[in-house]
């Protein structure tokens, strides 16, 4: 269950840059920062990933769990994460409660998110492009690109022929 917890936090907020320009947001704010967009998170106990949050309040998006093991895809249907009044928390089916989070804005592309009533139950989360991502992920380290790919386009092709 923390797992989930610590996801939907990490999918609901983004990263610490410099802790004096933290701000706390408001559900209005939070929803405009956040819906949409692509965000990579690391949490309190080494958990990571990358996913978004649609405006239906559905998540999707890959997870790392303590840091270690596979990266597994996982994808949350709409309503999982909502507002109530200025608060911004997760319906996840089988956890026990419905957890809240408070949301610190960061830096202009970054936020901390923690589960109200445990402040140390955090992720950390920046904004990044699709080709961010796929640029950091899709080579194991230390792998060099021996050469750039060659596209050409299928106008130029069929003019050739």
Known sequence: MLRIVAL????????????????????????????GKLFTFNCFEGTKGAGRIQADGSVAGTIQFRGNGPVRWAQLPAGTINVKGE???ANVRGLPFKPCFNLQRTSH??????????????????????????????LPENQQVSQPLSLRSTLTTLGQR
Do not use: W, Y
């Open 8 to 35: 939907l936090a990490g999918l609901t907020v983004l990263t610490v840059s410099h802790p004096t320009l933290a701000q706390t947001m408001t559900a209005s704010e939070a929803r405009s920062f956040v819906v």
């Open 87 to 89: 608060a911004v928390c």
């Open 109 to 138: 592309k970054s936020f901390r998110g923690s589960v109200s009533g445990l402040g140390f139950a955090s992720c950390d989360f920046n904004r990044r492009g699709p080709v961010e991502i796929a640029t950091a992920t899709a």
